[in-house]
């Protein structure tokens, strides 16, 4: 399996997801979204955690709410799994290949990241995976109306980089952030294939 990421030379702006690219959260957001959803009654599998992921976390707690044709305060619902998330958050390690490309770059490509999260988490999952000073722009949930598969997101970052989006490259782990880079008419990069994941702690 390859282990290292090089940017399209025809790259002129680096576009970044956050959560499974940057720093490797994801099996902390599993466990608290079926720890959450299981007090709801919800068997919240993995293949469900596919389904959802890339959707923001109040966007993923309506959408179960319907599926499982519940009725619970989506909004107290979502709290507390971010809450439970940011307690476990430290766990994380960061991804490397992606790490090293983005303190490669600093300075040399203007960078943004495009996320699912909000600008609260998404700046301390920065922190954690010791690239926050790499960034100045985040576009986060609360930026957009329409996210990903939607290409507002990123459309977003590469106004805010100065860069037009075909010379943008994209690197994302999710389907959702695939497709929204695709439509944004970006390059694109899928990341789960550059690298293995080993967290190396215990969640």
């Not at 920065?126 to 990123?154: M, Q, R, S, W, Y």
């Amino acid at each position: 399996m390859e282990n290292e990421l090089t940017p399209n030379p025809l790259a002129k702006g680096l576009i970044f997801d956050i959560d499974g690219t940057i720093c490797d959260t994801m099996p902390v957001h599993f466990i608290a979204w079926r720890e959450t959803a299981a007090e709801q009654g919800i068997d919240f599998t993995p293949e469900l955690f596919v389904e959802v992921t890339g959707i923001p976390a109040l966007q993923t707690s309506q959408y179960l709410k319907a599926k499982f044709n519940l009725d619970f305060d989506e909004v107290a619902f979502t709290h507390l799994k971010e809450l439970r998330y940011e307690q476990n958050m430290h766990k994380a390690n960061p991804i490397w290949p992606v790490v090293k490309i983005i303190k490669e770059y600093k300075g040399k490509l203007p960078m943004a990241c495009g996320t699912g999260g909000s600008q609260y988490l998404a700046w301390k999952t920065l922190e954690i995976a010791g690239v926050k000073e790499c960034f100045e722009h985040v576009v986060a949930a609360e930026d957009v109306v329409n996210h990903k598969p939607f290409p507002d997101t990123f459309l977003k970052a590469a106004e805010l980089i100065g860069v037009q989006p075909s010379d943008c490259e994209v690197y994302e782990d999710g389907q959702l952030g695939l497709d929204a880079a695709e439509r944004a008419g970006m390059m694109w990069v899928d990341v789960t294939r550059f690298y293995e994941v080993t967290t190396g702690k215990e969640i």
